[in-house]
Every structure is written in C-alpha cells, then in structure tokens.
C-alpha cells in the first residue's frame, strides 16, 4: 500500500461545528503532516509528527487540534473556525529524516468550506 | 513562511516543447524535492535531489541544483497535455533540530494541445 488516505473529501461546517479530518497511511512512515492550502497558494506546513510525538506546531490557532493515536493515523480536530480557515487541508507522510531516499507522499485532501 | 520562490509563476507552451521552471531558496537545505499538483487536490512527488548533487533525472525529468546559488530548475522535455498542472518546489531543511519541507510559490504550467 503505498497511498494516503485522507477522509472525508469534502466537508461543510458552521462556525459552532466540532470536526474531525482523518488520515491513514499503511508504508510504515514515521513522519506525518497537516499542511493548509488556500487557492492558488502552496501548501503551509500546520503541524509534524515524528513517532507519534508533536515535533512542530507552526503557531497554529487552537481551534485546530490535532491526535496521532498510532503510527498509522492522523487526525486533526476542528472546533469553533472561522470562514477564513476554509481551505483544502493535506495529510502527508515520509521516512524518517535519516532514512529519506523518496519525498513525501500525500493524500487528495479534504476540501473544508466554514460557513 | 515560504522558502522558495518559483519563476515563472505561469507557463504555456505548445504540446511537444520542453518546458522549465527554476526555483530560488534562502537558506542552507539537505534536499530539494519538486511535486506536482493537478487542479488543487493532492500532490505527487516528482524527484529528489540531494544537497550534494547537481543534476538528477527522471523519465523526461531533468532537475539540477546549484547550492551556491541557493537556486534549482526543472526542466519537462517533449510535454504532453497530462503535464498541465501546478509545479513545486519544496526544500527539506533541520530548523532548530526539527525537519521542514516548505514550498516554493508555484509555476502554473499550460500545455496547448
């Protein structure tokens, strides 16, 4: 399995919502990432997880929360957002920085509009 | 924050031209990676080249890196109009201990049948 599966596609939530973004991957990745992307923009890291410990918070809001139950999954937990963080969010993930011989691999996204 | 900067920041040629896009970064980095991404979904990563390399190929991808200049090209030979997409480059650089891969502002790549 050499893919990332990202859940749901596509997800509508008002300003109270609670939500969840899943993602899973099965290659046996150490490294896992929640990067935002506004239209025709690129990719802004949020957040990295580095054997299942928060390496790097990008100074992100708390209203994005994110989990890393196991070395196979990735959430990101939504609460109370706003309009402007409607974007399409990637989960990404990778060898370990001393075993890189490949980039990253990425999942299609979850498309998040925040009416 | 970005690291790179990409030029041109859109591109269109004729099917069947070669097309090149450069990237431009500040600071020291262990790798360079570009990706490609098709109508704002996922992105696909294209090559990886190494901080101590210079020229690196692919299929009909050619990537050079010029670590003096802080600058790397990619280059398409004979496109197709599966190539149109959005183009990427993104360092792989240790920022206070912690690996980052930031990416570059994007070339915005046509292919005219």
């Known amino acids: 399995d050499t893919e990332v599966t990202q859940t749901p596609k596509h997800l509508v939530m008002g300003m109270t919502n609670k939500k969840s973004l899943k993602c899973e991957q099965h290659?046996?990745?150490?490294?896992m990432y929640w990067y935002k992307q506004k239209a025709k923009k690129p990719p802004e890291l949020m957040f990295v997880?580095?054997?299942?410990?928060?390496?790097i918070n990008e100074s992100v809001p708390s209203r994005f929360s994110p989990e890393c139950p196991n070395s196979s999954l990735l959430n990101l937990h939504l609460h109370a957002l706003q309009p402007e963080d409607s974007a399409l969010y990637l989960c990404?993930?990778?060898?370990?920085?001393?075993?890189?011989?490949?980039?990253?691999?990425f999942g299609s996204g979850t498309r998040l509009t925040v009416v | 924050s970005q690291q790179g900067e990409e030029d041109p920041q859109a591109l269109s040629i004729q099917e069947g031209e070669n097309a090149t896009m450069n990237c431009s970064y500040k600071?020291?980095?262990?790798?360079l990676q570009w990706y490609r991404q098709n109508s704002g979904r996922g992105l696909v990563h294209l090559i990886l080249i190494r901080s101590n390399e210079r020229e690196k190929h692919s299929g009909r991808l050619r990537v050079t890196l010029d670590t003096s200049k802080k600058s790397s090209s990619l280059l398409i030979t004979a496109s197709r109009a599966a190539d149109t997409a959005s183009y990427f480059c993104?360092?792989?650089?240790?920022?206070?201990?912690?690996?980052?891969?930031?990416f570059g502002t994007g070339t915005r790549l046509t292919i005219i049948p």
């Open positions: 993104a360092t792989d650089a240790r920022h206070f201990g912690n690996e980052k891969l930031t």
């Open positions: 990404a993930s990778s060898q370990d920085w001393e075993d890189r011989v490949d980039g990253y691999t």
């Open positions: 290659m046996g990745h150490r490294a």
């Open positions: 997880y580095s054997y299942e410990k928060l390496s």
């Open positions: 600071t020291s980095i262990n790798n």
